[in-house]
């Protein structure tokens, strides 16, 4: 099957994006829909969430867009009815919506747990749940994308629960890969660092082995791989879009340009 340049396009196909409202979601949405997607967006934040719909519709797309919080199983599932009666069956789903805040794990409540359990690895379940039953059949299939981080490859002190929810959700996609393989629906990562968005911050240091920060259509050209033909024979696994910064593994780029470890470095 020799490759077309027209197997990156994802032209009628459906795609569902959580948090979509600003950030990293925002452009993936955006960029799914100017490869030909009709994209359904959810987002808590309204206000943005019109201008990412506006933006869809701009590219000559389709849009749902709908308030919701992604910890809410029965909204979701409402969210996906809707989806369905309106843009037919989800070929891609983004799951992108999750974040966390800053505690040491002794602090961190039962309440403030249980919000980054369902934030980070119950929304993910929710929507696969909902989606992968009503995706099209083989041979077409499907594709899930699992916004993870690279924290759910290291340790991250501060950030030790949604850490171990981003590594629930790399742990899930893999077995996902299996159990949904005879359907034709592949199920894949994206592990990100340093992008900059309202969430993370918009001016972080850009000490990554490539040299720069990165930058939030860097992560929706991984979405688009993942998303398109052009990934058919890749699931299971995890796209890092960190600038090398995994690989780095406590190396920096030092102001001559070298490389340094440690502290001192
Ligand atoms: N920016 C980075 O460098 C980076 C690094 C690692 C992981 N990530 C992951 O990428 C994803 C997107 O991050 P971002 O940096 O764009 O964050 P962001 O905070 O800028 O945007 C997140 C969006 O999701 C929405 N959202 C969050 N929780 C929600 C909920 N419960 N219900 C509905 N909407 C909700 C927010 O309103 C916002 O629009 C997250 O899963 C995050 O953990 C980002």
């Known amino acids: ?8 396009l994802l032209t ?17 949405a955006v960029a799914l829909a100017r490869f ?7 987002d808590r934040d309204v206000p943005n969430l019109d201008t990412t719909a506006d933006a869809v519709e701009a590219a000559g797309r389709r849009v749902v867009a709908a308030e919701l919080d992604v910890r809410d199983g029965d909204g979701v599932a409402g969210f996906l009815d809707v989806v369905h009666e309106n843009l037919g069956a989800v070929d891609v789903l983004v799951n992108n919506a999750g974040g966390g805040f800053q505690q040491s794990f002794l602090d961190v409540s039962a309440n403030g747990q249980d919000a980054l359990v369902r934030e980070n690895f119950g929304s993910v379940t929710h929507f696969v749940r909902g989606v992968a039953p009503r995706m099209p059949r083989p041979p077409q299939g499907g594709s899930i994308i699992n916004v993870t981080s690279i924290e759910a490859h290291r340790a991250a ?5 949604y850490s171990a929810m981003k590594a629930a959700v790399a742990n899930l996609t893999k077995t996902l890969a299996l159990e949904l393989g ?36 860097d992560v929706a050209g991984a979405a688009i791989f993942l998303a398109s033909d052009l990934s058919r024979f890749v699931t299971g696994t995890t796209l890092h879009v960190d600038g090398g910064n995994l690989a780095a593994a406590g190396w920096r780029r030092a102001p001559d340009g070298g490389f340094a470890a440690g502290l001192d470095g």
């Open 12 to 28: 009628d196909r459906v795609a569902v994006v959580t948090g979509a409202a600003v950030g990293i979601g925002e452009a993936i």
């Open 36 to 42: 030909g997607a009709h994209v359904a967006i959810c």
């Open 182 to 217: 005879d359907r034709a629906v592949r199920v894949n990562c994206i592990a990100p660092d340093v992008i900059p968005t309202p969430g993370i911050g918009l001016d972080l240091e850009a000490d990554s082995p490539i040299g720069r920060v990165g930058h939030v259509d």
């Open 1 to 8: 099957m020799p490759l077309d340049p027209g197997d990156a």
């Open 157 to 161: 002190p501060g950030y030790a629960v």
